[in-house]
Structure formats: structure tokens, C-alpha cells
């Protein structure tokens, strides 16, 4: 696991091997090649809940040493000082910038971030639910800026492919999951992937405490504990 600056830490899982594309292949090639040093300088993403913004933008901070990714949702309670001098980082990857929309502090910090890297020629890159111009922010200034980033718009796997990613990460885990628990997961639970990915994780403990593989009656058991 990576330990970035602010205290953040990145997931392990959260690689581009682990990204199932669908019908999302530009937007991964895109940030792809964003790491690599490839192309423009600036990036911008943006989707619906559990669309995988998120796993994209730590992927691309996973490959790049020294980079610094803000989940500004988790920062918002902290100074905005703290993007003081981040400019400097060789890759910075803001996530959720409309967490802070509407601080004053925060909004004009993010602003100057911008001027100060595109200056500095630092590769900054942008996650959010919606394209920049759509953003509540205060600053006009600094909803213009992001607007003129390139927008790639990342749209959820269908239900074949959401299986697919369930069983790929399962595997990683050691699980395996059959089609009818898939199915179950499906018609039961949340269809975004944020929220099934995190269902995993929570069932992969409680069968490993359990000793028992992750079946429908298994899921059944868990959530009854859950009264």
C-alpha cells in the first residue's frame, strides 16, 4: 500500500489491471496514457456514483511515484492550506471537487492549484459526477478553468459486465462466486459497483471468520446478524 502526502492512503486494489472497462475503453486508454506522461497535461473525469472516477484516479496516482490524490470529501474539514505548495508534486488527482463547493477558502486554494500546475507543468487530474461546467461552484473562474480540461464520461457496466468485475475481484480474493450468488447480489443490493465491491469485502471477512464460502444462504446468515 502507498503512502501519499496529507495522510491519504490509495486502495491496493485500485490498479488499472483491475479496471473492467466496458463500455468505458476511451476513457481508460485516456488515463492510461495520462500517467505515462502522455499527451496533455490535464485530465478530466466525471460519472455517476460507483462508476469507478475514484479506482481511475488512484490508479493513475499508483503509477506515477510521488503523485498526491484528494478525495476533497475527506479533506473538506481540514485548512484548504494544506494544497499549499502540491503544485510541486509531479501528478496531483483531485477527486469530488464539488465536496467544496461553496467554501470560499477551499474554491479560490483550488483555483490558484490550477494556475500554479499548469505553470509548473504539473499533471493534474479531475474526478467528479458531473462535466465542469455543471459543477455548483462559486467561482466562476474556477468552474471556467476546469471546463476547458479534456472530459472524458465514464457510464456504469451493464449487468453482465458488473458479474464479470464481481468475479474478477472475488478471484483476487481467493472466492469464487457462482452465477446465482452473482445474481442474487445483483437483484438484492445497490447495482453500483462502489457498493457491491464493498459488499464483498464485508462478506470475504465474515466467511473467512465463518469458514464458509460465499453462498446465497451464507449472504442470508450475514445480513440476519444484522438484525
Keep these: 500500500m502507498k503512502q501519499l502526502p496529507l495522510g491519504v492512503r490509495l486502495q491496493d486494489r485500485a490498479l488499472f489491471d483491475g479496471f473492467l472497462a466496458g463500455a468505458n475503453a476511451q476513457a481508460l486508454a485516456a488515463a ?27 490508479a493513475i496516482c499508483a503509477a506515477v ?39 470560499p477558502e477551499w474554491e479560490r486554494r483550488l483555483f490558484t492549484l490550477y494556475n500554479d500546475s499548469l505553470a509548473a507543468g504539473t499533471r493534474l487530474v479531475v474526478g467528479a459526477r458531473e462535466p465542469a461546467v455543471d459543477l455548483p461552484l462559486a467561482l466562476p473562474d474556477l468552474r471556467s478553468r476546469l471546463a476547458a480540461m479534456p472530459h472524458y464520461a465514464l457510464r456504469p457496466l451493464d449487468e453482465a ?13 481467493g472466492i469464487q462466486l457462482p452465477e446465482e450468488t452473482l445474481q442474487y447480489l445483483q437483484r438484492r443490493f445497490a447495482r453500483d459497483m462502489g457498493s457491491l465491491y464493498a459488499l464483498l469485502e464485508r462478506l470475504d471477512v465474515a466467511s473467512l471468520e465463518a469458514q464458509r464460502p460465499v453462498t446465497v444462504p451464507f449472504i442470508r446468515s450475514v445480513l440476519d446478524e444484522d438484525g
Design 161 to 173: 459486465q458488473q458479474r464479470a468485475a464481481l468475479q474478477a475481484r472475488a478471484a483476487v480474493r
Design 32 to 58: 492510461r496514457g495520462f500517467a505515462a506522461g502522455q499527451g496533455a497535461t490535464l485530465l478530466y473525469l466525471h460519472g455517476i456514483e460507483g462508476v469507478g472516477k475514484s479506482h481511475l484516479l488512484q
Design 65 to 103: 511515484p510521488g503523485a498526491a490524490y484528494l478525495p476533497l470529501y475527506q479533506l473538506r474539514d481540514r485548512d484548504a492550506a494544506l494544497l499549499e505548495g502540491t503544485s510541486g508534486l509531479p501528478l496531483i488527482a483531485i477527486d469530488d471537487p464539488q465536496a467544496i463547493a461553496g467554501e
